[in-house]
């Protein structure tokens, strides 16, 4: 088992911000972790791996927009 911290998370492109984590914890059912000591938390990153294989995958970009500012 591996433990990823928070600069791992930012590094795997999970989060930008410790604010970000904290929203996907409270609404979208990321991993609380682990408290390695009391101002330290880490993460299974089996369990991790798992939330971001969960997650629809995302939309592509429209690209209406694009083509109608391009004729322009």
Do not use: C
């Amino acid at each position: 088992m591996k433990f990823l911290r928070y600069p791992d998370l930012v590094a795997k492109g999970v989060v930008n911000s410790r604010m970000t984590l904290k929203r996907l914890i409270d609404t979208q059912h990321f991993p609380t972790g682990v408290l390695i000591s009391p101002n330290a938390r880490a993460w299974d990153e089996d369990e991790v791996d798992a939330w971001i294989a969960g997650r629809p995958a995302a939309r592509k970009p429209s690209t209406r927009g694009a083509a109608s500012q391009a004729a322009a």
